[in-house]
């Protein structure tokens, strides 16, 4: 099989949708045909192929470069997505010298790419679609664009919850 489409999501009823655990998003995460194996952070431009790989990259620090890599994906300047984790410009500076993100920064970043590939995904693999979404308000998100939302796990959960009550059918 050589399809270079995303892998459908397997349907909930309206009830379970947007109830799923953290890790249950990261399971669906591309799977690689060649290999049959899954890759975890293709946002940010990772190719890591299980949870505990993931987690252990997060918690070292991710590289820099991650960092750009999701700004181009998301269609933002490294600036703006700098305000969105909480990281000064000043902050990315040195970590530009250091070449690695701390924890924190790890994880916030992730936080954002998890959501963005997700709504990739609802997006049928049309990151130009997924991306301008992701960038755009929302009324059920008090106005604010899924990406801005995101700033807290509360809020996180609130625009993953979103979006699977758009996959399912759910006006929202």
Known sequence: MTSTTSPARKKTSSKQAG???FG???AKS????ANRVYLYGRSLGLRVKNRDQFI???QKGL????FGHFSKQVGLQEKELAQFTSISTRTLARRREEGRL???ESDRLVRLSMLFDETVDLFEGNRSLASKWFRSPKKALGG???IE???TEPGTQEVRDLIGRIEHGVFS
């Open 24 to 26: 249950a998003y990261m």
């Open 56 to 58: 252990a990259e997060i």
């Open 149 to 151: 939302y995101a700033n």
């Open 102 to 104: 701390s924890t924190d």
């Open 30 to 33: 591309h799977m690689d045909d």
């Open 63 to 66: 590289k820099v470069s991650s």
């Open 144 to 146: 604010l664009s899924p």
């Open 19 to 21: 109830t799923k655990p």
